[in-house]
C-alpha cells in the first residue's frame, strides 16, 4: 500500500519569503499523480499544483514549484514571496495511474503560518 | 469556489436522527468521490461512483449509505451514527476514473451528540 509522509507538522514563513514543504512517499508503482492541496480556514480543499511522475520537469504554478524527486519518492512544495493568504494546512497526496484504485492517499498536513 | 457544493456547511445531529448530506458539481464531472476528515488523521475515502454506480467502498459502516442519482450529485445519508462520526465531511469530483485531478468542495461539519 501507498503511503505518504509529511515529516513536518508545523513550519512559519516571513511574509514575502521563501518555505518549502515537506513530503515524500512510498509505492512500487511508477506511473503514478502526486499533488500538493491547501486547506484554509475556510476547510475548502484547494489543489495547489499536481505532478505526472513520468513528467521530469518540475511542476509550477506562478508562486508554487515543487522539487520531484522519483528515485528518492521525494516531492517537496516551495512557496516564493509568501503571502498571508497562503497561510493554511497543507496536504500531500498521491494516486495512482495504474487501473483498479481512484483513491487519494493523503499524508498528515503541514499547517503553514505566515507572518507579517 | 463554485465548482462543487456541499449542504449544509455545519449539521449538529443526535445519535438516533437521520439527516442526508448533498453534494452537488458543476464541472461535468463523471467521478464523485466522499471523504472523512477527522482531527489528527489522515484524509479517508469512503465512497467512490462513477457514472453513478458505486465503484469502492472502503470498509464504511453501514450507518452511512450513499447516493449518487445522477452524474452531477451525491448524497450520503446517515443514520444512527456515533459521537466518533464527528468529523468534516468532504466531497469530491474528478473528470472519470482516470483522470487524476480531484476537485472539493467545502465540506460538511458534522456534529454527533
Redo the contacts between chains.
Sequence with gaps: AQT?TQSQPEMSVQEAETVTLSCTYDTSESDY?L?W?KQPP??????VI?Q?AYKQQNATENRFSVNFQKAAKSFSLKISDSQLGDAAMY?CAY?S?QGG?????????TKLTVNP | ETGVTQTPRHLVMGMTNKKSLKCEQHLGHNAMYWYKQSAKKPLELMFVYSLEERVENNSVPSRFSPECPNSSHLFLHLHTLQPEDSALYLCASSLNRREGTQYFGPGTRLLVL
Design positions: 505518504v499523480y499533488f492541496y475556510s476547510r475548502q480543499m484547494i489543489l499536481r505526472e496536504f494516486r495511474r484504485s481512484e483513491k487519494l492517499v493523503f499524508g498528515k498536513g
